[in-house]
């Protein structure tokens, strides 16, 4: 149980000091790259808020309204991270035309 929590604050680490770095880089350029940058930072920031919501779940099992919280806390990463990954996809279609 350790060592699984210990793994979800090393992920938390680096998908926070991942977003940090897109976020700052998307603010320093334009065009596409922005969009890519952004697109890079909303993936991270999904995986960010599964993983947390994944250890506060395992750590934390008191009341349902803590889960039900927990749940909406996943379910805005998976949103993030399914429109990370659809926005990359489109710029990849935008880079081949």
């Keep these: 149980m350790q060592i699984l929590m210990l793994l979800f604050v090393v992920i938390i680490l680096i998908t926070g000091i991942r977003t940090f770095s ?8 334009e065009g596409m790259e922005r969009i890519k940058h952004r697109a890079t ?7 960010m808020f599964i993983t947390l919501a994944l250890m506060q779940g395992i750590a ?5 309204i803590s889960m039900i919280l927990l749940i ?3 379910a805005v990463g998976i949103y993030n991270v399914i429109f990370g990954v659809r926005t990359r996809r489109f710029l990849r ?3 081949k035309h």
Excluded: V
């Design 93 to 95: 279609e935008q880079m």
């Design 22 to 29: 897109s976020s700052t880089a998307s603010h320093r350029t």
């Design 72 to 74: 909406g806390i996943g």
């Design 41 to 47: 930072m909303n993936i991270n920031m999904g995986i």
């Design 60 to 64: 934390i099992n008191e009341s349902w």
